[in-house]
């Protein structure tokens, strides 16, 4: 069966300093993959999507980039975070019509 | 611009009572919706979708209504459950199974015993 693995799981980060959070799927091969996020009364935003290695699509522009170097990782990054890049971070992938979402990062910037 | 509204950020229901979640759409293109739960530090899950051709799914305590006229769906959960408690994301789509879903901003129910 298909799994998707988070990590880490929280994370507390300074103001300006860099960001990596990856995200790895089992049991599948060239999934698309999506990044959202989930930000105070801002719902489920998608952030970045990608069908394939090397191949991304960004839905909003912001302060935040995304690598797919691998078919079964997608990494979202940023090299100076804002206090405003807060948020719940989800991972998903599509199945039969719908999104399956790994369990998210908790990224607290201060 | 929000294609998706939850216009409710909260609903409190007492348990074994209905709880009604109600999402609107703008985007008449949207043919496919689903409803995810979502605990606090966990991913949404999903738990149950409608398709535009039909106007009512049932899947035990939750069924989902559509009425395409008034680009409208709601969720009823009978009966409640204080471990429904929790934030309830309506969803849409349109076109093919791999198109992105947009999402609401999120309803938290809160079923108290």
């Known amino acids: 069966s298909q799994t998707i693995h988070q990590w880490p799981a929280t994370l507390v980060q300074p103001v300006g300093s860099p960001l990596s959070l990856e995200c790895t799927v089992e049991?599948?091969?060239?999934?698309?993959l999506y990044w959202y996020r989930q930000a105070a009364g801002r719902g489920l935003q998608l952030l970045f999507y990608?069908?394939?290695?090397?191949?991304i699509s960004s839905e909003v522009p912001q302060n935040l980039s995304a690598s797919r170097p691998q078919d079964r990782q997608f990494i979202l990054s940023s090299k100076k975070l804002l206090l405003s890049d807060s948020g719940f971070y989800l991972c998903?992938?599509?199945?039969?019509?719908?999104?399956?979402f790994g369990q998210g990062t908790r990224l607290t910037v201060v | 611009d929000q294609q998706v509204k939850q216009n409710s950020p909260s609903l409190s229901v007492q348990e074994g009572r209905i709880s009604i979640l109600n999402c609107d759409y703008t985007n008449s293109m949207f043919d496919y919706f689903l409803w995810y739960k979502k605990y606090p530090a966990e991913g949404p899950t999903f738990l149950i979708s409608i398709s535009s051709i039909k106007d009512k799914n049932e899947d035990g305590r939750f069924t989902v209504f559509l009425n395409k006229s008034a680009k409208h769906l709601s969720l009823h959960i009978v009966p409640s459950q204080p471990g429904d408690s929790a934030v309830y994301f309506c969803a849409a789509r349109e076109g093919s199974g791999y198109s992105t879903l947009t999402f609401g901003k999120g309803t938290m129910l809160l079923v108290s015993p």
């Open positions: 990608s069908v394939g290695i090397g191949q």
């Open positions: 998903a992938l599509p199945r039969g019509g719908k999104a399956f």
């Open positions: 049991g599948t091969s060239n999934p698309n």
